[in-house]
């Protein structure tokens, strides 16, 4: 049972090398804004640029409201199919894939074209339209981690259980969702959210298609017109991903097991 | 009388549960098939507003083929290596008897990585492989010069290899549970029948595992194929491949075609369809096992 | 003759933890031998260790003469029966029952002929296409057993594999493994909690407790004779008689305020001493009975009726004794409070 052990070490170390040396090599590259000696200036350089902190606080802000959106549409939906309408399902599951599939350049493409100045719904006559528009494609970008965050969390609690108790006890069903499903499976929205948090805040392709001054495109134009930056910028934003992907681990912590797992 | 309201009641509730359901319903609509279905149409209409086949027409140019092939070509080359690699990756820290902390370090880290994609992924490999880069500095030092021996981070195997970055902790993040999946005992079974290990894996692991690979495989090819932060970052416009094509059309750079740029959303569609669809073809026939 | 299946000292030890304790058995060509204990007592390691998937910490395991303690699994040519089927899910029963034949690469036509001969031989014949979910879990552990002998090992091992199952198959199942044993001849190693199992296939059985042998011996002689406390009171139930020695050179004891007379007690058993008689409930009788030497007279706190036995608890004063009865249909049970006397030999007490 040696060799085992020895190709796993193999695979694994070939692996972290892989993913380890870009990630040092940046780094290294970001301190090196100086000749000679290693300092924090490109970081510098990054953090007192205006436009790093308006663009970031914008991504934020569309961030923000993706989650809101995002858990007004999916937790309903999840919750109403699990319990009443589960012929609906495959069709639900069906949706929530095809922005797995349908690359997200083809979308906004489609915003583009569809919602124009000149149509029904003109998201892009305005700017504020095309905040909007911006909000409802990342919401979009996101539904299938979000679904899927929210349907586990549901799994494995009693969804069936607690509406019934809650409807004994006179709940309406407002109410329930509100104060009995959600605070239930908190845990699994919050991970939804991080998960479209750390989507959203670097996303270029939508952004720069809508011409809206968000993170991405930002990050683009310096990559396009600076050296060191970018390193610095990539660095940052490994950093805020971990942190958001760190939330989601600290917070499986705080999860309902299922009763129903017994091995 | 009690008819009456039991109905009414009943109404209610229906109407109440399609009241929850609609946000998302017509959520689906407007940004995921109205879109999708305008482009579709949009393909097969000219200029002048009459059915026409000549948007199509106009994908069978030198320039646009080349760009499908290069795009099919680099997201094949990083979903299969993604797979492989991935797979290999899970395999190694769930069956390998690697040290039980390791695999939960894996996971967060893949959990990151599979999201580090984008502008600042390219920026990652340009100082890492860039001309300046930090590894293409080194290995020149030490006699080796990439670019000279023919390396370009700006080409096919640059652009796969800086992929790889997202593809494979994507492929290990949707494995690993298929890998948990295989019981101790049919290693052991199989072990016990006189097979050996590489036996095993080739009559029963790989078998077993072989619908989720290529439905990952599949997702994998999607991922790369609509993927051009990375690839705009990296290259700018210099490498041809159909995302920065559509977006150079929607940016009115070139081609300056509303037509065509319609038809080159359509062929992406039907590509990463098609990539799906042969994943349910065989994953039926694999499946066959199965509930 | 050398034994077939000889166990030399054999310890394990995960960790800190001792969980065989040299253990040591020797059995000969076509035994049928249970490993009887508790949960957690060590039999699954020591089939593990016989089958290579775990190293022995110490001792040595022989079989037909030949050292195999250090041998892979896939040399050692043993067959495994696994509790929970374990039944590769990607391959048809017949595929399954093959498999072994195929790594042994064994010509398909001759291969299809076996997978043919097993499936007759485990009743399920016709079902070689099938794949394992559309199967009960007795039919699966059929195949399991089919796959196991199919490329006629040296010996078999069963971990367990009529746990998962329920209780009427688990009979008819047990009684068809033992008829397929006899009929192949084979060597088997069974290992199971449940005493009546043990009991009802084995040819010998080991009975362990927290990794030691605590007796080896047939059916009937672990039964019958007990050699320690525990195996008196795992195998099989028990009746335990709390008495006071009134003399102990005539072997008087006082069981709740009557007085009988037992043939031996332990040696240093003092008049005005606690003392503990055990015994079997089957061999209580209600009323007197030939043979019988000791008699007793008593409640009746419950009645169990159980099919073809009646299962009655007897209260004496503290103490109270499990009796089992045959059923008779022409008679109605006996009923809860009525008086009682009971009757026994002096010879099938087992002073402990
Ligand atoms: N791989 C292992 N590592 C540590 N302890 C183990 C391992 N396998 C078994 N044990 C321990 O050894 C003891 C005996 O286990 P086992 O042989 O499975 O018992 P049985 O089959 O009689 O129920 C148990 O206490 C179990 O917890
Ligand atoms: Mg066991």
Sequence with gaps: ??????????????????????????????????????????????????????????????????????????????????????????????????????????????????????????????????????????????????????????????????????????????????????????????????????????????????????????????????????????????????????????????????????D | MTDTTAGQRTRRRLSFEWLGVAPFIIFAVLFLMLPTLYLVGAAFIGRDGQFTLENIAGLFTDQIIAAYWISIRISGASAILGALVGLAIALAIIRGRLPEGLRAAVMTFS????????????????????????????????????????????????????????????????????????????SEAAAILGASPWQFWRYVGLPILWPSFLGTLSLLFANAFGAIATAYALTGSSLNIVPILLYAQIRGDALQNPGLGAALALGMILITATANIIYLVISARAERWMK | MAAFLDVQNLTKTFGTTTVVKEVSFAFDKGEFISLLGPSGCGKTTILRMIAGFETPTSGSILVDGQDIT?????????????????????????????????????????????????????????????????????????????????????????????????????????????????????????????????????????????GSIEQLGAPHEVYNKPATRFVATFVGHLNTIEATVVDAATGLVDIDGQTVTVPTLPATASAGAPVSLTLRPEVLSVGAREGNDITLTGTIADVTFLGSVIRLRIALGRNTLSLDTFNDQRTAPPSRGEPVTISLASKDLLVL
């Design chain 1, 1 to 262: 049972m040696k060799p085992n052990k020895f190709w796993s070490w193999l695979v694994f170390g070939l692996g972290a090398a892989y993913f380890i040396i870009p990630l040092v090599a940046t780094f290294m590259f970001s301190l090196s804004m100086r000749r000679g000696y290693y300092s924090f200036d490109s970081y510098a350089s990054v953090f007192s640029d205006p436009r790093f902190q308006a663009t970031f606080g914008y991504s934020a802000v569309i961030g923000l409201f993706s989650i809101v959106v995002g858990i007004l549409v999916v937790v309903p939906a999840v919750y109403f199919v699990r319990l009443r309408l589960p012929w609906l399902r495959p069709a639900v599951e069906f949706i929530t894939l095809m922005p797995l599939i349908i690359p997200a350049i083809v979308l906004v493409y489609g915003y583009i074209r569809l919602y124009n100045s000149s149509s029904i719904i003109p998201f892009t006559g305005s700017a504020l339209g095309t905040d909007i528009l911006l909000t409802c494609a990342y919401v979009t970008l996101a539904l299938p981690y979000m679904y899927r965050a929210v349907d586990t969390g549901m799994r494995t609690i009693d969804i069936q259980t607690l509406t019934e108790a809650a409807q004994i006890a006179g709940a309406n069903t407002a109410q329930i969702i509100g104060r009995i499903i959600l605070p239930n499976i908190l845990v699994a929205v919050l991970s939804g959210a991080f998960l479209t948090f750390a989507i959203v805040i670097g996303e270029f392709t939508i952004a720069s298609l809508l011409n809206r001054p968000a993170f991405g495109p930002y990050l683009q134009n310096i990559g396009a017109n600076r050296a060191y930056e970018p390193a610095a910028l990539a660095i940052i934003s490994f950093i805020i991903t971990w942190g958001a992907m760190g939330m989601i681990n600290v917070l499986g912590r705080f999860a309902p097991r299922t009763s129903a797992r017994t």
């Design chain 2, 111 to 186: 959990g990151v990585a599979s999201n580090f994609a984008g502008v600042p992924l390219a920026f990652a490999f340009i100082s890492t492989l860039g001309r300046l880069g930090l590894v293409t500095v080194i290995l020149k030092f030490i006699g080796i010069d990439l670019y000279k021996s023919g390396f370009n981070l700006l080409s096919f195997w640059g652009l796969t290899l800086t992929y790889l970055y997202f593809q494979i902790p994507l492929m290990i993040l949707i494995i690993a549970p298929a890998v948990d999946g295989l019981k101790k005992e049919w």
């Design chain 3, 70 to 210: 250090t041998l892979k699994p896939n040399q050692r040519q043993l067959g495994m029966v696994f509790q929970a089927y374990a039944l590769f899910p990607n391959l048809n029963v017949g595929d399954n029952i093959g498999f072994g034949l195929k790594i042994a690469g064994m010509p398909a036509e001759e291969r299809r002929a076996r997978v043919d001969e097993m499936l007759k031989l485990i009743g399920l014949p016709g079902f070689e296409r099938r794949y394992p979910y559309e199967m009960s879990g007795g039919q699966q552990q059929r195949v399991a057993l089919a796959r196991a002998i199919a490329p006629r090992p040296r010996m078999l091992l069963l971990d367990e594999p009529l746990s998962a199952l329920d209780a009427k198959i688990r009979v008819s199942l047990r009684e068809e493994i033992r008829a397929i044993q006899l009929d192949l001849g084979i060597t088997t190693v069974f290992v199971t909690h449940d005493q009546e199992e043990a009991l009802s296939i084995s040819d010998r059985i080991v009975v362990m407790n927290s």
